[in-house]
């Protein structure tokens, strides 16, 4: 019997295969199983996948089986039956339907075996059967011979009940197919959650039957019927994800006042917000107009939506009109409320109670948190994951944002390093029971239906891994191994994450995209990114909603393949072994000679004929200069003389300088790594007697 392994050491070590004529890759399964084991051999697979379903019919699980048997067939086409094989037939051991949309408490575990007696995969609901399909679609690999699964065992349960995606129509609009391709996107990598902004400044973005004013005055016409979100809903049931609608109240609201002027707590009249930040109308808790108009809309979305929680946003009230209102600091007054945080607590407890009256739970963000909020309120976390912790401390449900906010343009590997509960956490068995899991944020304000899907994913797929995974399933390189692999089953799934790119370069250049330096300019783009957190705002104070995001910053990629590749490379020859490995140097002033070539040409033949590439100059310019550090610094290593320190000096410098922020909204980075190379040349006869680890800590605080 072959030993019970972790994932981690089995997912580090190539599947011995041998009736393979190659080595097999190892397994790129995205999020890793709670418990696998492998064995020798392999299971030739041709043709198509049907399955043979065992235990209580499911309309949702057949139509899982049939979903997933056109990606299978997508990917492994057609062909006659290779030796030995036959079309992939699965067992399906399933003993309950599940509920008719999906619950907080649905069993989500699964088993999954592979062999030569056959596949056969087994859960108690039709929601652990669907994931386990997502993971058999991961499992088939390719090599020599042709199609095969590996030999497996796998027993998998998520870590979190509660894995969401936040995604943001208020500020930029997002049609209904969008959403569908995202669903479809979520269940591949076992997210369970759509988390709706559906109102805030910019936009009021649901159809409201007993106030379509709101609607009318509120979304410049782009907003769901009723009927467009009750097929959403089905949409996502069908994959296994609750959808929990958020109505920002009672800041974020002037899409509310533009329609009702008279319930902000000063006069009107406004109009629909533009521009993005924290905006000053608010609702006023004192007005009893307020309540009854939240009484009515709150409970025609409570049976629109059948999720039990219903999210009310309740951040960022900057307090400015409460504060200027002399009867609204009277009624604080009167009511023994203290400050406008106690006013805030009024407000939300008078919306918890309308909530609980339609059989729904209220969530909102950190600052709904306040003395006198009843427990039954659930906090999402954008303050961390200590804010979190003090609120289960409390006694208050709650999930983690905070390093989840994937609009930012981080690395994944930023957002894999959160946790909901990070290691070290003192928090007691039953508080922790209180933290429900977490959710990757996309806020709308750079993105539209041609972006989204490139800034949601792949990189969403690492949070979905945090949410889902063990705790120590932590390695960051392999997690980008499988991320680039889980990035094509997205693709099959609809996602236009890489497809839509040749629309952006059309954006940039024009429709013809065979015009001379295209290729210069994809290289160009592939080895930039946009840059991270809040700097776009100030780099590029003349957009909002009403300009069309079709820039450089648009068309680049959240995440460098290209120069995380060199950083890997560059690593290898630097801290691999005991000495600098100095053989390894040509392929990298190879790849940097190649960037620089194709930065001249973008440079000198592009930009004069596409104004609007001109934006990208200073990053090019940056890219040359780079460049010529990173040649001279491999030149010093290869030939074994140490950059001086008056070169190092002008080579810092120069780097500094290519750092600075850029018109297009753009970085390079590659400047990081190219700095490094620079430390290390200049260090480098420091070397000998140094461990790796030390060498590498001595090159890294130089570098910093």
């Known amino acids: 019997m072959p030993p019970r ?27 890793a199983p709670s418990e696998v084991r492998v064995s020798e051999g392999r299971i030739a697979v041709a043709g198509g996948l049907s399955a043979d379903v065992s235990g209580v019919p499911s309309a949702r699980l057949q ?140 936009g009021f973005r649901i159809e409201s039957l007993t106030h379509p004013e709101l609607q009318a005055k509120g979304s410049d016409g782009m907003y769901y019927t009723q009927e467009q979100m009750r097929g959403l809903i089905r949409y996502a049931a069908q994959r296994g994800i609750r959808v929990v609608p958020e109505f920002d109240v009672p800041g974020h609201a002037t899409s509310w006042v533009v329609s009702h002027p008279e319930l902000a707590s000063l006069p009107g009249p406004y109009g629909i917000e533009r521009h993005w930040g924290v905006f000053d109308p608010v609702l006023d808790p004192t007005n009893e107009a307020t309540y009854a108009l939240l009484s009515d809309f709150l409970g025609e979305m409570s049976a629109l939506f059948p999720d039990p929680y219903i999210h009310i946003g309740g951040d960022e009230n900057n307090g400015v009109q409460w504060s200027a209102n002399p009867r609204i600091q009277a009624f604080i007054r009167d009511h023994g409320l203290k400050d406008n945080e106690g006013l805030h607590t009024y ?123 063990a705790q120590s399933v932590r390695d960051i390189d392999d997690m980008y191994r499988r991320l680039s692999v889980v990035g094509s089953r997205l693709e099959e799934a609809g996602s236009l994450h890489r497809r839509n790119q040749d629309l952006m370069l059309r954006h940039l250049v024009g429709e013809n995209l065979k015009v001379a330096g295209v290729e210069s300019l994809r ?74 070539a194709a930065g001249q040409e973008v440079l000198g033949s592009m930009i004069p004929i596409y104004p609007a590439l001109r934006e990208a100059e200073p990053n090019l310019r940056s890219l040359a200069a780079s460049c010529t ?44 790594t190219v700095r490094l190379l620079a430390e290390a040349a200049a260090l480098q006869g420091e070397r000998t007697g140094l461990s790796v680890e030390a060498w590498r800590a001595k090159v890294a605080a130089a570098a910093h």
């Open 5 to 31: 392994l972790s994932f981690a050491t089995f997912l580090f070590s190539a599947i011995a295969a041998a009736a393979a004529a190659s080595q097999p890759q190892p397994l790129a399964v995205m999020p």
């Open 63 to 202: 139509a899982a089986i049939s979903r997933a048997a056109v990606r299978w067939a997508a990917r492994i086409g057609t062909q006659p039956a290779q030796a030995g094989a036959s079309p992939t037939r699965v067992l399906i051991e399933c003993s309950e339907p599940g509920a008719e949309f999906p619950q907080p408490t649905e069993d989500e575990s699964y088993s999954l075996q592979t062999g030569p007696s056959g596949i056969t995969l087994r859960a108690r609901s039709a929601l652990g059967a669907m994931h386990g399909l997502e993971t058999l679609l991961q499992l088939v690999q390719r090599d020599a011979t042709g199609w095969f699964l590996p030999v497996v065992s796998i027993a998998d349960q998520p870590r979190f009940g509660w894995r969401g995606l936040l995604i943001d129509v208020a500020r930029h609009w997002e049609p209904v197919e969008v959403i569908e391709r995202n669903l479809d996107a979520m269940a591949v990598v076992k997210l369970n959650v759509l988390h709706f902004h559906l109102t805030d400044d910019q």
């Open 347 to 469: 407000f939300n407890s008078r919306i918890e109670k309308i909530l609980a009256a339609k059989g729904k739970k209220l969530a909102g963000w950190d600052e709904i948190l306040q003395p006198g909020l009843p427990k039954a309120c659930m906090i999402e976390s954008w303050r961390g994951a200590q804010a979190l912790a003090s609120a289960a401390e409390s006694g208050y449900d709650g999930i983690l944002a905070n390093g989840f906010y994937v609009d930012l343009i981080q690395p994944a590997a930023q957002h894999y390093a959160a946790d909901p509960i990070p290691t070290g956490s003192t928090l007691t068995p039953a508080q922790r029971a209180h933290i429900l899991g977490g959710e990757a944020t996309m806020w709308g304000e750079w993105v539209t239906p041609e972006t989204i899907d490139s800034r949601i994913w792949p990189r969403t797929a690492a949070v979905a891994e945090r949410l889902w995974s």
């Open 523 to 596: 290289t160009f783009i592939s080895i930039i990114e946009p840059v991270k957190g809040y700097q776009r705002g100030g780099l590029q104070v003349w957009s909002n909603q009403q300009v069309p995001l079709v820039y450089i910053a648009d068309a680049a990629q959240p995440e460098s393949e290209a120069c995380r590749d060199l950083a890997l490379a560059v690593d290898r020859m630097l801290f691999s072994g005991p000495g600098i490995k100095k053989d390894e140097a040509a392929p990298i002033a190879a790849t940097l000679a190649r960037w620089n």
């Open 629 to 672: 550090v990173a040649t001279a610094a491999l030149e010093s290593i290869e030939s074994g003389r140490p950059l001086s320190s008056a070169g190092l000096a002008s080579d810092l410098k120069t780097l500094d300088l290519a750092c600075e922020p850029s018109p297009s909204a753009t970085e390079l980075p590659s400047i990081a």
